[in-house]
């Protein structure tokens, strides 16, 4: 499947611009993982075409050379925070002799996928949490796959499972990740979960990682939300729809901007807060961006770099160039998000492992 | 509680408008079930005010004479959906010698939910539905609604349960809405429904009764959904956060304003649909409306009327006059998005027996 798109934000804000839809690249921890890398070259649009009809006030702030926006360092928050677990965990065992424990579960080879896993599992020892890893060839049964969740269900040293995505093709990835007890989810992906995140008055076990990641800087920010318009790009089970209804619990105005919405930057340019999590390397151009407003940019996006020793560099959704001139604030990609998304898998772990054993 | 409203929308469109929360009513079935009448005297705001400022071309459209907008005729389309209802019944009857059930468990001695209840029964009768009723004393122990709806879970006749809300304060309401199986859940308020209806790819086993009716409506008179702009205004468990979904689900680009929402008239003028389910008669004045917008209006209240024999008339949250000159549909109240819920509870009876007995 040829695919595209803007590699480089330096090029015309009036060109055209393809929003193509999420799936082309899977999202796991907010972490778009890639098969392949998108080509420089423009192909035909898939969903529909934009022709950016930027206003004069905002071509002037894109022209100008000067940066004003802050740079909302999730690197620095993510440490933070899993300091603060550490104390936590610390203080627990000394407490109840209770240290909490995250099961992950890998099959199949895929490189990608190890990788993510044997991040986990380092970030897991860096705050004292015990990780357990069951890694499964890529041939195995789905009975197999079962078996190992149906024992982790059981095991009271383990608060969190986590079934490393995407499972091998002949697998049911409903099943399986039905079959997670839903105290154990720290993914917090399981749809009574997501019901209770949708509703007035009810409380979720869990919140997906990346989605509470986006929040938390938000917070730890101190950017206001309530009251707030806030678009969210992308409306993913994982990413999109979750943090737009993270936003709407903290009384945001919400609007969510996808692969059929006719005027994404009209749309997006009422915005007081953005959040995108496409997976389109720089979509949202600076003639997207309300002079003043708040983004976080989920998505991490490879495009070639020849100039790069590994012959690619990572960008966001955001133009960060243009961003940087018009926003107040902005996550970098990476070091914005990604490093979050981990840092709330953790804080997952441990508060199951407090409301499993009454701690507070 | 002093409260307010405009209970006339012939007053001026510079006027200080107030929105409230939505819980001063309780709204079941898409019908806004009040204490007492709103008084037509303002009281102080308790959110915020709204000093609309409307353009001159909206001003020129409300203040003409014409009126333009179809009616979007909600008593006419529930009676055909209740005819199909009656064929598909009648045609399952003849194959299998299955007649769906629904069982009503109404606790305590409110007027309006014994009529709720009745109408529900009526409505049942009228298509073929076999209705069960349990009708409990005010001071009946949580442990007495649980047992019934124990029996109901287990008896293959029952179909669908519903409980009337209000339930007695002494009651968990939350614990007795549990207590219903998914499978006979027919209001679709299980955490677990919702949080398949928000998520991409999963399908919820029954969609909230009143969405389902507004969604159905815009169906039946033909309006296309797909890449509009979409506001909600509300987000109640039960009307607004369930409608935005659905309305996502079919390729909207939803907003959802909600009483903390600063400029709730300038993000509903976006809107090529409205739908709104707030409880405030005639809060959405033909300023907020943008020309050609489509109004589904579920409010329904009663506003103090002289003339009327009953001292009260019903009228929605949509001023209808101003509507009528602007928008180029919308529901009247009474007479609109009402029939259409009882209409969806059949339907979603109807598809829970077609369901258990596995007929097409």
Redesign the interface.
């Known amino acids: 499947m040829a695919s595209m798109i803007f590699t480089d934000c330096s090029s015309s804000t009036t060109a055209r611009l393809v929003l193509l839809p999420l799936s082309t690249n899977t999202i796991r921890h907010g972490v778009l993982q890639f098969r392949r890398l998108v080509s420089p070259k423009p192909s035909l649009p898939r969903f529909f075409t934009i022709h950016t009809s930027t206003s004069p006030s905002l071509i002037t702030a894109a022209m100008s050379t000067e940066t004003s926006a802050k740079v909302i360092d999730g690197k620095s928050v993510a440490k933070q925070i899993r300091d603060e677990i550490t104390a936590e965990i610390t203080q627990m065992k000394d407490a109840i002799g209770i240290v909490p424990g995250l099961a992950v579960i890998l099959v199949g080879d895929r490189k990608d996928s190890a990788t993510y896993v044997r991040n986990k599992k380092k970030a897991c020892e860096s705050v004292g949490i015990n990780s357990y890893e069951v890694h499964l060839a890529e041939d195995s049964t789905e009975q197999e796959v079962l078996k190992y969740i149906s024992g982790f269900n059981d095991d009271p040293s383990v608060h969190g499972i986590l079934v490393q995505l995407p499972l091998p093709s002949h697998m049911n990835e409903?099943n399986i990740l039905n079959a997670v007890s839903i105290e154990k989810d720290v993914d917090g992906f399981?749809?009574?979960?997501?019901?209770?995140?949708?509703?007035?008055?009810?409380e979720p076990l869990f919140v997906p990682c990346t989605p509470k990641g986006c929040i938390e800087l938000l917070h730890r920010y101190g950017v206001d939300i309530?009251?707030k318009?806030a678009v969210v790009i992308g409306?993913?089970?994982i990413v999109g729809?979750p943090v737009a209804?993270l936003l709407?619990r903290e009384?945001a105005?919400?609007?969510?901007?996808?692969s059929?919405?006719?005027n994404p930057e009209e749309?997006t340019r009422q915005a007081d807060i953005i959040i995108s999590a496409v997976g389109q390397p720089n979509m949202v151009r600076g003639s997207w961006i309300k002079p003043g407003a708040v983004i976080i940019d989920v998505g991490i996006n490879p495009v070639e770099d020849a100039k790069s020793p590994r012959g690619y560099r990572l960008v966001g959704d955001v133009c960060y160039k243009e961003a940087c001139k018009i926003a107040s604030a902005v996550t970098p990609v990476p070091g914005g998000v990604g490093p979050m998304t981990i840092a709330m898998l953790l804080s997952n772990t441990l508060t199951s492992a407090k409301r499993r054993h009454n701690f507070q």
């Open positions: 409903q399981h749809p009574l979960n997501i019901g209770r995140l949708a509703m007035r008055g009810r309530k009251g318009r409306r993913s089970n729809m209804l709407q009384d105005t919400i609007s969510i901007v996808h059929r919405t006719k749309v």
